[in-house]
């Protein structure tokens, strides 16, 4: 199975949250799980198996905030390259084969608007981690979590430099007034945008209500030809004693799965807030939505 094989018209299930996963194993909010791969291996494995032992077919990295820009605070900056290596590696040896290994970057955390960083600076941060990563082999890199188009054309930038297939996945508010993505920017413009920049895939994740990203997934579907990529989060949290709680069960978050299948979902798995379990049902939901007529999951 590779990233070529995941096209238009099927659907591959991908994994959950690593973060709330994390928390699960003692992470607080604030720290910075991405050094797990490195000071706690064994749990970050542990995280990747349960998703592929769940039916997931494309795992993520640990290396979401893994860019030196968001590392500097943390005092990790030197181990930026390290961090990302190792990311991969982990997911390589948790997978054995079975599933896909895409590498996660998300944003720098910092606003191109209000000058808190350049664009040279976001430019050689993302470079960096991309390099770190593609060093260790994965079969395609993901930028996710970005809402700022003009950061999100840079790392994609970046990551195309590599030579692996790129996605990018926005977090998009679909019930703005007119349509309007980020900004002013409309999902159709986000679309158009990243198919010209040459990436191989375009999509969503995180976000609010499951049902809100069918209309996303058929904007994102209508605008372009790339595979479209799907993760919503379990809902809003609610902070209880310092851990991140979502109240929308499994069942919940699966009841769109035909709808998304049918508004052209390519990839399609969980964000903030869903488990192992999440995923096993969603794999379920795909499988009898493709006895039933829909698009074929993988």
Not at 265 to 284: D, H, R, S, V, Y
């Amino acid at each position: 199975m590779r990233f070529q094989e995941c096209l238009r018209g099927s659907t591959t299930i991908c994994d959950g949250a690593w973060a709330t996963e994390f928390q699960k194993l003692g992470a607080g909010l604030r720290d910075c799980v991405d050094e797990w791969n490195l000071t706690k291996p064994h749990f970050v494995e542990q995280v990747a198996r349960s998703y592929v032992a769940a039916g997931s077919r494309v795992i993520l990295t640990n290396t979401f905030r893994a860019n030196p820009i968001s590392l500097a605070p943390f005092g990790l900056l030197g181990k930026c390259d390290e961090i990302n290596g190792a990311g991969v590696r982990i997911s390589r040896k948790a997978v054995e084969n079975t599933a896909l290994v895409f590498a996660s970057m998300g944003p720098s955390g910092k606003l191109l608007s209000t000058k808190e960083v350049t664009a040279e600076q976001l430019k050689n941060a993302f470079t960096q981690q991309a390099k770190a990563l593609a060093a260790e082999g994965p079969d395609a890199i993901v930028i996710e979590t970005l809402s700022d188009l003009a950061e999100a054309r840079i790392a994609a930038a970046a990551a195309l430099e590599t030579g692996l297939p790129v996605i990018v996945s926005f977090f998009l508010d679909p019930r703005r007034d007119r349509g309007r993505a980020i900004a002013a920017i409309t999902m159709e413009q986000v679309a158009a945008t990243m198919t010209g920049d040459g990436v191989h895939g375009i999509g969503a994740n995180c976000g609010f209500r499951v049902r809100d990203f069918i209309a996303v997934c058929r904007r994102f579907a209508a605008a372009s030809s790339l595979p479209i990529w799907i993760k919503p989060s379990a809902g809003l949290p609610e902070i209880v004693e310092g851990v991140a709680k979502y109240k929308r069960t499994a069942a919940e978050f699966i009841e769109p799965v035909p709808e998304l299948l049918e508004a052209g979902a390519t990839f399609l798995g969980g964000c903030c807030g869903t488990t192992p379990e999440f995923l096993q049902q969603m794999a379920l939901a795909a499988r009898t939505a493709k006895a039933a007529g829909n698009a074929a999951p993988s």
